[in-house]
């Protein structure tokens, strides 16, 4: 009887245990995706991310987007990008180092293709902040109500279809409905990109490193030589504490 009440117990609970894990598994799920707080967490002295972000937007970016302020031979001095590697990886035919770096589709054509001219994206860091940017290029998902196929999370209804689904993968959003509010869930990848998550975030992270570069290119240099100046203005103070005391040390 012993043994039977011991084998019933343990087919029990060996019944349970998926059971359990499913409704683990079911809660780990349901769990919403707080994308909101999401940040890019990149810094604009490290050079070999900005070179690979660079690299990132000549072959993504600046089919649709201009860097109207930026010119190639200033991208080649500050990122430390040899000018052969510049002409030959990113500088289209015919261009100059010192020419801007434009777009290549005609403004018209944009209007009628996405019905809004892609914007110049000198100062887009500037403007939306790098943890915008960050947010947006991470939250596309498909939505076959869109125009473009596509929708984002951080800019509802943007014209801007989602051209790194090729990297990143196809998802579909999940939300759920509060009275007359949807409020997002999180996120299904239905259709695998070509990068793993992990390589997909590093990919915009550089990427909007660069943008917060182009957004202020003198800001490598401000930063570098600001250490030197607090530096400086440290030791200034040690030594004029030193004279005081110097100047004061026979008055009582």
């Not at 951080?154 to 579909?172: I, R």
Request: glycine letters at 6%; proline letters at 8%; a neutral charge.
């Amino acid at each position: 009887m012993l043994k039977r009440a011991l084998l019933v117990l343990g087919l029990c609970a060996a019944s349970w245990l998926p059971v359990a894990a499913t409704a683990e598994e079911n809660a780990a799920a349901s769990e919403p995706l707080n994308w909101q707080n999401w940040r890019p967490g990149n810094s604009v002295s490290d050079l070999p991310s900005l070179q690979r972000g660079a690299h990132n937007f000549m072959a993504y970016c600046n089919g649709c987007h201009a860097l109207q302020y930026e010119r190639y031979q200033r991208l080649a001095d500050d990122l430390k990008i040899p000018l052969p590697v510049v002409e030959a990886s990113l500088l289209p035919p015919g261009s100059n180092p010192l020419d801007y770096i434009t777009s290549a589709m005609p403004s018209d054509d944009a209007q009628n293709w996405l019905g809004k001219a892609p914007p110049d994206l000198s100062l887009i860091a500037r403007s939306k902040g790098t943890t915008y940017l960050y947010q947006y290029l991470k939250t596309f998902y498909a939505d076959p109500k869109s125009p473009t196929g596509s929708n984002n999370l951080a800019y509802p209804s943007t014209a801007m279809p989602a051209v790194l689904s090729s990297l990143e993968g196809v998802k579909q959003a999940a939300f759920r409905t509060v009275g007359d509010d949807k409020i997002f869930q999180n996120f299904q990848t239905t259709v695998p990109g070509t990068l793993t998550p992990v390589q997909y975030d590093d990919f915009v992270r550089d990427t909007v490193n660069f943008l917060d570069y182009v957004s202020e290119p003198a800001q490598v240099g401000r930063r570098l030589l600001g250490k030197w100046v607090v530096a400086f203005l440290l030791l200034l103070t040690v030594l004029s504490y030193q004279l005081k005391k110097e100047y004061w040390k026979d008055v009582h």
